[in-house]
């Protein structure tokens, strides 16, 4: 398969609200190129912000199946989980954060990570308040963010603080770190 994009990082928000047509293009085509590979693969995105990812609270969910085929014409080029990145801004959550409601307040019909999140962001929540947030709120997962930023050992603190958690609605958490 032969894939031929032209990429060019806009400098602004405006030029990524500008771009996210082409996004979805290149979306689409590289879940299609995994799934091409791997049938069984597990493909996602991390979205910026949860207010591309539903339909509601007053908004279009641009990584839904019927978005990214349209946008770029491959039938396999899909999610197969949706991905949101959730940081508090000046202090507080957006209306939009994953932890301001729980999953099926998103109205999706796949399952949902909380792929980034910190305790340095949390709008006051602790690391612990956060994942146990991330558990009980019917959510597939949390993924804290980020060692870059010295954050490991608070990670640490957030997945020990659940690895013995097994609620019946939810499941065993197994936690293998490598």
């Known amino acids: 398969m032969e894939m031929s994009l032209r990429v060019e ?31 069984h693969a597990l493909v996602t995105v991390g979205a910026w912000n949860g207010k591309v990812n539903t339909d509601n609270f007053g908004f279009h969910n641009m990584y839904k199946d019927s978005c990214l085929v349209k946008a770029g014409g491959k039938a396999l080029g899909t999610f197969s989980f949706y991905q949101i990145h959730s940081y508090a801004f000046n202090g507080h959550f957006g209306t939009e954060s994953p932890f301001m409601h729980n999953f099926g307040a998103f109205g999706l019909h796949k ?9 340095k962001n949390g709008a006051g929540m602790t690391i612990n308040q956060l994942y146990d947030h991330a558990y009980n709120g019917g959510y597939a997962g949390g993924w804290g963010w980020s060692e870059t930023d010295g954050n490991m050992d608070n990670m640490l603190q957030g997945l020990n603080h659940i690895r013995n958690y097994h609620s019946g609605a939810h499941g065993t958490i197994y936690v293998q770190i490598h």
Not at 11 to 21: F, Q
Not at 111 to 119: K, M, S
């Open 111 to 119: 399952p949902l990570v909380i792929g980034e999140f910190r305790e």
């Open 9 to 39: 990082i806009g400098t602004s928000y405006g030029d990524a609200i500008k771009d996210r047509g082409f996004m979805r293009v290149f979306f689409n085509w590289q879940a299609a190129a995994i799934k091409e590979v791997d049938p």
